[in-house]
T-cell receptor, first 112, second 116 residues
């Protein structure tokens, strides 16, 4: 039969609105988390990270929230712009210092 | 810093041919990672090195794939013989490792491989 491609969750927002991208991580031992942004034709680009001893961290227009109780991570983008259109990946370290485990990604589409 | 450098950016080859992908990590980074990205499977870790030593190669699909890191500034990923199902974008990434307890990975632009 025909192969089915990876179905990415898609979030569509209006320019200027806030975006919230969610991620459920799997490993209770993870103590470091990262959000990456991947634009079409490019490699993933680091956005923001957070350690497990924090529940919130803010960057420029972005905020990451960590809820260890339910193993949930979110990325909030304020005043979303067309340049924010990309696939966003969360990653966890699984308790290791070297490796990262990547999620499947969420596609963000910004409507002008 | 030029960032992680990968070559070639695009590679088209015929089934059965040998393919070699190259990576130059960011200077001073202790870890180097090879990933494969496809629509079917997303981003998959193939292998990673620490101080030029392979640490985990459990993601390498089969014996046709091999990776080397002869020195701190160069790594290769080789596929021999190549098959159409190897078509994907291959990313190299590096991170600081021992200098930081937690460290983000910096990705190269990728090599888009097409095997016909």
């Amino acid at each position: 039969g025909e192969s089915v491609g990876l179905h990415l969750p898609t979030l569509s927002v209006q320019e200027g609105d806030n975006s919230i991208i969610n991620c459920a991580y799997s490993n209770s031992a993870s103590d470091y988390f990262i959000w990456y942004k991947q634009e079409s034709g490019k490699g993933p680009q680091f956005i923001i990270d957070i350690r497990s001893n924090m529940d919130k961290r803010q960057g420029q227009r972005v905020t990451v929230l960590l809820n260890k109780t339910v193993k949930h991570l979110s990325l909030q983008i304020a005043a979303t712009q067309p340049g924010d259109s990309a696939v966003y990946f969360c990653a966890e370290n699984g308790g290791s210092q070297g490796n990262l485990i990547f999620g499947k990604g969420t596609k963000l589409s910004v409507k002008p | 810093d030029a960032g992680v450098i990968q070559s070639p950016r695009h590679e088209v080859t015929e089934m059965g041919q040998e393919v070699t992908l190259r990576c130059k990590p960011i200077s001073g980074h202790d870890y180097l990672f090879w990933y494969r990205q496809t629509m079917m499977r997303g981003l998959e870790l193939l292998i990673y090195f620490n101080n030029n030593v392979p640490i985990d190669d459990s993601g390498m699909p089969e014996d046709r794939f091999s990776a080397k890191m002869p020195n701190a500034s160069f790594s290769t990923l080789k596929i021999q013989p190549s098959e159409p199902r190897d078509s994907a974008v291959y990313f190299c990434a590096s991170s600081e490792g021992a200098r930081k307890v937690f460290h983000e990975q910096y990705f190269g632009p990728g090599t888009r491989l097409t095997v016909t």
